[in-house]
């Protein structure tokens, strides 16, 4: 490599330790054609393909030796996925899991075998479900005529049996108006009987269909390794985390379109250093954090468990 080779001077973030384990479980497959979706996810794209119970089986009993805490489940729409409610009711036995849903195709019988598969774990079982705006006028201009009210009844089937699902949305409006648009979701969710509920606001990634629908990223918004110098690389996922698709085990769950995001076929072929030279990566940096949960008194511990110990029903 000459001294005048560019990428002497990438970035790199390396993979500290295997906290988290996503699972890419609907590939790209999705019933939704949200508009700022970044892997362009529809009921058409099959770049990426379900993964198979056993598929995740062998990662889950692989990921015991790399020491992962937590799993996560993403798409497309995981619930379009036939063996999802088997494969998150196998997770549990492994560790905490949260599922990236649109909420708008459960079904009562899912949830009820979902709610005894969490009630039988030491483990919670998180919901996060992606909304956009706080009415039909906010939200389905973005994801699709009809999607709010679809999304708002699955939201209110997760309640009744038990859930504290946590609501991402999409800023898709100026920073300034955070703080109003959270209290008009708050004020909808508890209308549906949600009296806490949790929210998290995501920045937009500036690729997939985002790209068609505002733009790219200029070649300015990139990481360079003096941004890096006095920063808390713990807060990119690629620090922490890798996702396994139907291809084999990639970075992160953003990057998985990109020609160099896929580094090998198991966990421990995955571990190596990652260059952040993505447009993506310029958004990691600025906001941090993008893909974790809001931190949560029920983070680890079920919350019928912490009910029942609550109540004083159970010791430990
Ligand atoms: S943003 Fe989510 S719900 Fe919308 S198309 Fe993409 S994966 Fe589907
Ligand atoms: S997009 Fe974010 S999580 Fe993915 S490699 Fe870049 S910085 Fe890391």
Known sequence: MSLSDPNLDEPVVHLTHLDHLWFQV????????????????????????????????????????????????????????????????????????????NATVLKDDWLTTLAAAEAASLYSLEFRVSIDGYSPETNDPIRGI????????????????????????????????????????????????????RLKLLPTLQIGAEENRTHGYRDSERISSDMLADYDVGQLVCEHSRIVTDQGVHVCPILIDSD????????????????????????????????????????????RRQASLLAGRESE
């Not at 998150?88 to 036995?93: D, M, P, S, V």
């Not at 939201?155 to 991402?168: A, D, M, R, S, Y």
């Not at 940096?285 to 919350?303: E, L, V």
């Open 26 to 101: 609907a590939g790209t497959l999705c019933n939704l054609t949200c508009h700022h979706c970044f892997i362009s996810c529809s009921p058409k794209n099959d770049s990426f393909g379900f993964l198979s119970l056993a598929t995740v089986d062998r990662y889950l009993q692989e990921s015991i030796s790399q020491g992962v805490k937590e799993y996560y489940f993403t798409g497309g729409e995981p619930f379009l996925n036939p063996e999802m409610v088997p494969i998150l009711t196998r997770t549990l036995q492994y560790g905490p899991a949260t599922v990236l849903t």
């Open 146 to 197: 009809g999607t709010f009210q679809r999304a708002l009844d699955g939201l209110q089937k997760l309640v009744q049996f038990g859930f504290l699902p946590i609501i991402t949305a999409t800023r898709t409006w100026p920073d300034s108006e955070d703080g109003q648009i959270l209290q008009r979701f708050s004020e909808t969710l508890q209308s549906i009987g949600y009296q806490r509920p």
């Open 260 to 303: 160099d995001s896929l580094l090998g076929q198991s966990l421990d072929e995955a571990t190596q250093p990652f260059a952040v030279r993505h447009g993506a990566c310029y958004t990691c940096y600025q906001y941090g954090a993008i893909c974790t949960n809001p931190s949560s008194p029920a983070a680890s511990a079920s919350p």
